[in-house]
């Protein structure tokens, strides 16, 4: 463990303490107190935060202290962003509404650029590593259970004061929802029976359509999936707009990673999936036929977790 890090434990429960269990927001003037307190820690770094984003910049700390800020986030997607990092972050995510931890999934995924630190997974002074200093890959995506533990952002030993910014966007998750992030965790695998009749259900989207075209973004490490849409069951975004020869479909585009090798093929699917960091993320993708025997199967066993048209 490195020089921050064991500063940041070594004393555990004494000068970082937890924060306090969640309940009902502050009124708004105690919470114009206590703000800058929790956030800035003693440490007097400047900061611009509301209680879904942080930024801020090590630039304020004296160069032989190893100071480590605590930032606290209570909402459900934001993001973190140091300039110029040096000492330790310790950040604490928590959901807006009450949820108990166990019911949420955390992701984060760095900024392309982002550089200066290593950003660990830390519990009871334990820590692994999520995203080496420097490691931006386009698309990259870590995530695990809330319940697993909390971010520490250590920053790097730098020989020059360059321009540097550690950052990333993050989400919380419910729980009921981490059955259908193998879009995130393990894209490629092909659905269960099971998953399929669940996301068709749960997912932020689910239509049935054809693959139009296919563009492969090596750089990205991504695939960006043209599709035409005959029918639309669910979608909570805009990522599927009426097709221009107004003929009562539509058109739009799901991205999954560049290594499932997905090609364009004949024939009609069912295309599930959901919102992550902006993009939608393609989860369960059936032939359509075999979505139509999945879904006869359970009917007649009263299995369904929902009712949809399958014509």
């Known amino acids: 463990m490195r020089g921050a890090a064991r500063a940041a434990w070594g004393r555990a429960g004494q000068l970082w303490p937890r924060p306090p269990a969640p309940g009902p927001p502050p009124p708004p003037l105690l919470l114009l107190l206590l703000l800058p307190a929790v956030l800035l820690g003693g440490a007097g770094a400047q900061y611009s935060s509301d209680l879904c984003s942080w930024k801020g910049s090590g630039l304020t700390h004296e160069a032989h202290r ?8 209570r909402c459900a997607a934001g993001a973190v962003e140091w300039m110029y990092p040096t000492g330790a972050l310790i950040v604490n995510l928590r959901p807006n509404t009450f949820s108990p931890a166990r019911h949420l999934t955390v992701c984060i995924k760095p900024f392309t650029d982002s550089s200066g630190a290593n950003i660990y997974l830390e519990k009871t002074g334990e820590l692994r590593l999520l995203v080496p200093d ?12 809330l319940e697993q533990g909390g971010l520490f952002v250590e920053a790097t030993p730098q020989q020059d004061i ?6 990333f966007q993050y989400e919380l998750i419910r729980r009921h929802r981490a059955s ?5 965790s393990a894209p490629c695998r092909p659905c269960s029976d099971t998953e399929v009749l669940l996301a068709v259900c749960t997912s932020d989207f689910a239509v049935r359509g054809s693959i139009q075209q296919v563009t492969h973004e090596p750089e990205r490490q991504d695939s960006a999936i043209h599709l035409h849409v005959s029918r639309l069951y669910r979608q909570k975004s805009r990522v599927f707009e009426p097709a221009p020869e107004g003929d009562g479909h539509w058109q739009g585009r799901v991205r999954t990673l560049l290594e499932c090798g997905v090609r364009p093929g004949h024939g009609d699917f069912l295309f599930t999936g959901h919102m992550h960091f902006g993009e939608a993320r393609l ?7 075999d979505f139509q ?8 066993r009263g299995l369904n977790p929902c009712e949809v048209g399958t014509d």
């Open 283 to 289: 989860g369960c993708a059936p032939r359509f036929k």
């Open 134 to 145: 420097g490691d931006g890959r386009p698309g990259r995506v870590q995530c695990f259970g």
């Open 66 to 73: 190893k100071e480590v800020e605590q930032v606290y986030l």
């Open 162 to 167: 360059g321009r540097r910014t550690t950052g």
């Open 293 to 300: 025997r999945m879904y006869r199967d359970a009917q007649e």
């Open 180 to 184: 259908d992030l193998h879009e995130l």
